[in-house]
């Protein structure tokens, strides 16, 4: 689950999704994105936060926002 209104915590949840990403006991395993808080004013919305967590790199498993 990600804060959609918080760009700077975006930022930590990337360096630790990449974190768990490399991790060999999750390895296929499928991602779900939870982008919490979007009725939010200056929420990103999920292409941004698709961006900054770089999920297009992801090619090894099944992801979705």
Known sequence: MVD???EVRLQECTEELQSLLAEDNLKNVPLLVFANK????????AEQIMSTLTLMEIKDRTWTI
């Open 4 to 6: 959609s209104s918080d």
């Open 38 to 45: 979007q009725d939010l004013q200056f929420a990103l919305d």
